[in-house]
């Protein structure tokens, strides 16, 4: 079993940043793969990024590619999403999630998720 925690997220202006935590407990965090997904109104939750266990190989998806950067410090069970030139489109809740394998992208295939936290990016 794995407890995920996230925080960090907020009302932020078009343009600006977020950084986004996650703090796992329970199993071996190093032991999976991680990645952030998230789910506006009425939308279906969407895959956004993932890091492999030791942080050596990372995957995102179209929309946020060259903006957002996940990473990971094992040490301190702790994985981050850096969101860089917000739009209005990324407003939504974003989870962060375990899975089997780093090449996942879909929600039933991640086996943890956490409560998720809000991002609101005004125009």
């Known amino acids: 079993q794995v407890q995920l925690v996230e925080s960090g997220g907020g009302l932020v202006q078009a343009g600006g940043s977020l950084k986004l935590s996650c703090v796992a407990s329970?199993?071996?965090?190093?032991?999976?793969?991680m990645g952030w997904f998230r789910q506006a109104p009425g939308k279906e939750r969407e895959f956004v990024a993932a890091?492999?266990?030791?942080?050596?190989?990372?995957y995102y998806a179209d929309s946020v590619k060259g903006r957002f950067t996940i990473s990971r410090a094992n040490a301190k069970n702790m994985v981050y999403l850096q969101m860089n030139s917000l739009k209005p489109e990324d407003t939504a809740v974003y989870y962060c999630?375990?899975?089997?394998?780093?090449?996942?992208?879909?929600?039933?295939?991640?086996?943890?998720w956490g409560q998720g936290t809000q991002v609101t990016v005004s125009s």
């Open positions: 999630a375990s899975s089997g394998s780093l090449y996942d992208r879909y929600p039933y295939e991640y086996h943890y």
């Open positions: 329970g199993r071996i965090f190093s032991d999976y793969p």
């Open positions: 890091i492999s266990r030791g942080a050596s190989s990372t």
